[in-house]
């Protein structure tokens, strides 16, 4: 139970930060990426924003055990970078910058994002469903 | 000359970070949008279905009963071509997947543990992000 209702309080908090930021607005992400047009730099100061109480987290992550509801925090992951890792970014910001929505705010934006965000939604859903067989083609590429 | 939406971006930024902290060091957990989402979508994170579901209808309902409080209309403004916005959705939904995460997991939670994986990723997701722009707005004229 208290995991559900801190997933809740983060999920709450993070929607609301969304909306607050801008970040649900297709206009700004757009214009913090179109740095040839009338660039928007409102993104960095989200971004470095929500970067510091981040650090400060991860540094409280070294002086503790385990989280409050007693698992283990997450490892370092592999520093392996790997081509799924860039091809992935790249595909991905692709789409973001197509249409101005990361998977974040087109979530917190579903109650006012009309059908144009129940569509982006949507073909979200689809491009995961097609990221397990893309992969297995990808590697087998790799691999050949 | 600092502008609102800088000081309101600044705002709604520390929000995030905090909302990834508490993820963090509550549930010993990533905040990663797409993880989140992904995870239900492909069925391998079924085993705490309930905390997914509970972040992401928080997701939904807060901002949502924030609206009020805005005396402009809330607006995506996202882009009526309905074609754009399925290639976008598609490639959102195969690259966050292939590459383990989004602005929130890579960007958010990765840059602020210095991960290499996590700078990595958001380099590549902002050039292609810019190149995009450049192409389709200033080129094709389609977005």
Same mark, same amino acid.
């Given at each position: 139970?208290?995991?559900?209702?801190?997933?809740? !309080?983060?999920?709450?908090? *993070?929607? @609301?930060?969304?909306?607050?930021?801008?970040? +649900?607005?297709?206009?700004?992400?757009?214009?913090?990426?179109?740095?040839?047009? @009338?660039?928007?730099?409102t993104?960095?100061?989200?971004?470095?924003?929500?970067?510091?109480?981040?650090?400060?987290a991860?540094?409280?992550? +070294?002086?503790?055990?385990? &989280?409050?509801?007693?698992?283990?925090?997450?490892?370092?992951?592999?520093?392996?970078?790997?081509?799924? #890792?860039?091809?992935?970014? %790249?595909?991905?910001?692709?789409?973001?910058?197509?249409?101005?929505?990361?998977p974040?705010?087109?979530?917190? &934006?579903?109650?006012?994002?009309?059908?144009?965000?129940?569509?982006?939604?949507?073909s979200?859903? @689809?491009?995961?469903?097609?990221?397990?067989?893309?992969?297995?083609?990808i590697?087998?590429?790799?691999?050949? | 000359?600092?502008? +609102?939406?800088?000081?309101?971006? #600044?705002?709604?930024?520390?929000?995030?970070?905090?909302a990834? $902290?508490?993820?963090?060091?509550?549930?010993?957990?990533?905040?990663?949008?797409?993880?989140?989402?992904?995870?239900?979508?492909?069925?391998?994170?079924?085993?705490?279905? @309930?905390?997914?579901? $509970?972040? #992401?209808?928080?997701? %939904?309902?807060v901002?949502?009963?924030?609206?009020?409080?805005?005396?402009?209309?809330?607006?995506t403004?996202?882009?009526?071509?309905?074609?754009?916005?399925?290639?976008?959705? !598609?490639?959102?939904?195969?690259?966050?997947? #292939?590459?383990?995460?989004? +602005?929130?997991?890579?960007?958010?939670?990765?840059?602020?543990?210095?991960?290499?994986?996590?700078?990595?990723?958001?380099? *590549?997701?902002?050039?292609?992000?810019?190149?995009?722009?450049?192409v389709?707005?200033?080129?094709?004229?389609?977005?």
């Amino acid at each position: 139970m208290q995991r559900i209702v801190i997933s809740a !309080l983060s999920g709450g908090l *993070f929607g @609301a930060g969304l909306l607050v930021s801008g970040m +649900t607005d297709t206009e700004k992400v757009q214009g913090w990426l179109d740095v040839f047009g @009338a660039w928007d730099p409102t993104l960095a100061f989200v971004l470095g924003g929500a970067i510091l109480p981040m650090m400060l987290a991860w540094h409280l992550t +070294t002086r503790r055990a385990r &989280s409050f509801v007693g698992s283990p925090f997450p490892e370092k992951p592999d520093p392996k970078l790997g081509h799924n #890792l860039v091809i992935g970014s %790249v595909l991905f910001g692709a789409g973001w910058g197509l249409v101005g929505l990361c998977p974040g705010p087109a979530i917190a &934006s579903l109650s006012w994002g009309g059908t144009g965000g129940v569509v982006f939604i949507l073909s979200m859903i @689809a491009g995961m469903l097609l990221a397990n067989p893309v992969r297995i083609r990808i590697d087998q590429l790799a691999a050949a | 000359m600092i502008e +609102t939406d800088w000081i309101w971006g #600044l705002v709604g930024g520390l929000m995030i970070g905090m909302a990834a $902290a508490i993820f963090l060091l509550g549930n010993g957990r990533i905040m990663g949008a797409s993880g989140i989402i992904g995870g239900l979508v492909d069925r391998s994170g079924l085993g705490n279905w @309930a905390e997914r579901v $509970a972040f #992401l209808a928080a997701l %939904v309902i807060v901002p949502a009963m924030m609206l009020p409080l805005y005396s402009v209309e809330v607006s995506t403004h996202i882009t009526s071509n309905l074609a754009i916005v399925v290639a976008g959705g !598609l490639l959102v939904g195969l690259g966050t997947r #292939l590459a383990n995460g989004c +602005t929130s997991g890579h960007g958010v939670c990765g840059i602020s543990r210095l991960s290499l994986r996590g700078i990595v990723a958001t380099v *590549f997701y902002l050039l292609a992000g810019g190149l995009v722009m450049v192409v389709f707005r200033h080129v094709l004229g389609v977005i």
